[in-house]
């Protein structure tokens, strides 16, 4: 998720001022965060600097992948948890000061960075793409892990007729209550353009004006969220009855509640989360070689029980133990309700839905 406005333009003056990553954060978070990050000195090709979004993925990260790969080739690996996004990752090449080598980014993130000269093209000699499940093989990033983007519902409000689909998503007579929808329209697009069938279909190429009019529809009952925490507690406060929300979040909230939330895979869409290579990375091949030990079905199977997100590996999906598959969005039960995410669409169309989609948000 991006960073706070704040962040961000904290992050730019600082820079401007000659400060490195390591003393922003210290100045904005305190030494703690401060040490999760790379110094300007650093052991060649002895140390990679992995880019994620902070918080329980780094412990995921260390568990499912990082220990082994430490123990496998000596090497250490450093989690910077302050978010990899686009304009994170524009601004790290363009400096020439790069300091990370494996980034979590988006599919369409890794199309849009790749086209533009700032990532690396993925060495599928290292990385082996029969591995990865289709399309998430993209020439800039490999496809690391998998979510999805469900219909979450407040199981006590729709008692006798829980909503199904995302047609009774949009559907406020018959189905009352709030809504919420990510802060960046991912999922939101696509739901609104399945909302014209009663079953799910392919929403690709999404129609600007057919989507936006028909969350513009949505307004007086629509709340967005940015964070899992947010829309989480959307639902114990019972602001929201209905919500398009991550899968990780939403079987969370499942157990939590025993149930008074639940969710559905119906129309749900399947998005890559992609390992992705900043151009001029420091370690140079070896964040292949990282990527490529992340890719073991098993350690995927383990990512899986830790975070709750699907793996990309076909052999980890067919492996998966029973206790984990009613979590797991490539499960062929699952995957069979679901559309996969058109990341060229949104990797085209994205500057231009962010601003067609604010613009709906402030109108009176």
């Not at 969350?215 to 967005?224: E, F, M």
Request: charged share 20%; proline share 6%; aromatic share 10%.
């Amino acid at each position: 998720m991006p960073l706070t406005p704040f962040l961000q333009d904290a992050f730019v003056l600082a820079r401007r001022q000659g400060w490195s990553r390591r003393q922003i954060m210290a100045a904005l978070t305190g030494s703690a965060a401060a040490s999760l990050l790379p110094g300007t000195s650093r052991a060649a090709a002895k140390e990679l600097v992995f880019a994620t979004w902070g918080g329980d993925e780094i412990k995921s990260l260390t568990r499912a992948f990082g220990k082994s790969y430490e123990a496998a080739s000596g090497s250490t690996i450093v989690f910077d948890g302050t978010g990899p996004t686009e304009g994170a990752i524009r601004t790290l090449v363009d400096s020439g000061d790069v300091t990370w080598d494996v980034c979590d980014a988006d599919g369409f993130t890794a199309l849009r960075l790749g086209a533009s000269g700032h990532l690396s093209s993925i060495d599928y000699k290292t990385v082996d793409p029969a591995k990865i499940m289709s399309p998430f093989a993209f020439t800039h990033g490999a496809g690391g892990y998998t979510y999805s983007y469900v219909l979450a519902f407040d199981t006590e409000r729709f008692a006798e007729r829980p909503p199904m689909t995302w047609k009774d998503f949009f559907d406020t007579k018959h189905f009352p209550g709030g809504r919420a929808v990510y802060r960046w329209m991912n999922g939101a697009f696509e739901a609104a353009m399945m909302a014209g069938s009663d079953k799910p279909t392919n929403p690709y190429p999404i129609d600007l004006t057919t989507a936006i009019n028909r969350i513009d529809r949505l307004k007086p009952n629509l709340q967005t969220w940015e964070s899992g925490e947010q829309v989480h507690q959307m639902f114990i406060d019972k602001t929201i009855s209905m919500a398009c929300i991550w899968h990780t979040r939403a079987v969370a909230l499942a157990k939590e509640t025993e149930g008074k939330i639940a969710f559905t895979w119906a129309g749900g869409i399947l998005h890559p989360g992609v390992w992705a290579v900043p151009k001029g990375n420091p370690a140079g091949i070896d964040a292949f070689k990282l990527i490529a030990h992340m890719q073991d079905a098993g350690r995927q199977i383990d990512f899986t029980n830790l975070q709750r997100v699907g793996p990309v590996n076909p052999e980890a999906t067919a492996a998966m133990p029973k206790a984990l598959r009613d979590y797991d969005p490539t499960q062929p039960e699952n995957l069979s309700q679901q559309v996969v995410v058109d990341s060229k669409w949104w990797a085209d169309n994205f500057d231009k839905a962010r601003t067609e989609f604010a613009d709906m948000l402030q109108r009176s």
